[in-house]
């Protein structure tokens, strides 16, 4: 494999750095989703700790090395999942956490960030303008930003959940990888290709929010005007060149989802499972409904990557019965 930014002896060496509350999270199959879906189905639960999300394994690392360095103010743009988990590892090494967010971010997302001492400023536009006004505070305050997916920090700190896969899990064919900015994608990718390269990587995005899958189909960058999916934790719309480069070194497949097939994988993860998840953790088991051909008697492993969604909204998401219940 060509070398992507990553580096496995870093990766693991973020383990021993990473509060063990998020680590080695449960991986376990899934005999309830089977019939239905029609292939042996894993599930990695990265819901089962403080911030309902993998963020925190990247954070750790982040945080970590700020107090190591001295720094102690830093600032974020988060759809809600990244600040919630900075503002934890933050707290725990005295760091002062400012995090910017859209007015229209996910409200338990939001609430979760206050609860947890960090500074919250709500811009009225959508994640890229938060990313724009992040940038504006470091660079006037002198502080240290924070950049998911860009910042190697948050891509290793998601590659041990690669790491634990490859390590604990019983022969697999594919992995499913919700793909966003690219920090979990990357990471995992980089492992898997790394130590177990027989392992398809496949990265599954809304057809809502396509800008990174695109991107790595025509190998260059690719920009949308807009996001239109209820998955918010993936709804970017300016890739990072390099972590776009990573992802074509790691990525065997990027496939896009319809917000049908989202709703579904959710209900199915409800029902069957008993997890309640974001739309953003249920694109692996979208991606199986989208094509059950491809997955039948495969042994494949879905990423469940967060928990943090509004009461309300899944409520009536899940509401009507519909394909897969």
């Given amino acids: 494999m060509q070398e992507t930014r990553l580096d496995t002896a870093r990766i693991r060496a973020a383990r021993r750095v990473i509060d063990p509350v998020f680590l080695d999270t449960p991986l376990y199959r899934c005999e309830a989703l089977e019939p239905r879906l029609g292939c042996a189905v894993s599930v990695k639960l990265e819901t089962a700790n403080p911030v309902r999300s993998f963020k925190g394994r990247g954070t750790e690392v982040v945080a970590s090395r700020l107090a190591d360095e001295g720094t102690r103010a830093v ?3 988060s759809a809600g999942n990244l600040g919630q988990a900075l503002a934890w590892s ?5 760091l002062d956490v400012t995090v910017v967010a859209s007015r229209f971010a996910t409200r338990a997302k939001l609430d979760r960030i206050r609860v947890l001492d960090a500074g919250l400023e709500l811009v009225d536009g959508d994640h890229e303008l938060a990313r724009e006004r992040a940038a504006a505070i470091a660079r006037r305050e002198g502080i240290r930003l924070v950049e998911d997916s860009l910042d190697i920090e948050t891509c290793e700190g998601a590659a041990t959940i690669g790491l634990e896969l490859v390590d604990a899990a019983p022969s697999f064919d594919a992995v499913l990888i919700a793909l966003g900015g690219g920090a979990l994608a990357t990471g995992v990718g980089h492992v ?10 496949i990265c599954v995005q809304p057809l809502g929010a396509p800008a990174m899958t695109h991107s790595w189909r025509q190998r260059r960058v690719v920009t949308t005007d807009s996001t239109a999916t209820i998955a918010d934790g993936v709804a970017g719309r300016f890739p990072v060149p390099a972590v776009l480069d990573d992802l074509l070194l790691v990525a065997d497949d990027a496939v896009l989802v319809q917000e049908a097939s ?4 959710m209900r199915m993860l409800l029902d069957h499972a008993g997890l309640v998840v974001e739309p953003s953790a249920a694109l692996g088991v979208a991606a199986i409904l989208e094509d059950r051909d491809r997955f039948a008697g495969r042994h494949v492993v879905t990423i469940v990557c967060g928990s943090n969604v509004d009461a309300a909204a899944f409520h009536r998401w899940v509401a009507a019965p519909g394909e897969g219940s």
């Fill in 90 to 94: 933050g707290r725990g090494r005295a």
């Fill in 192 to 201: 898997v290709k790394a130590l177990a390269p027989g392992v398809e990587v």
């Fill in 262 to 265: 989202i709703v579904a994988g």
């Fill in 75 to 77: 600032v974020c743009a």
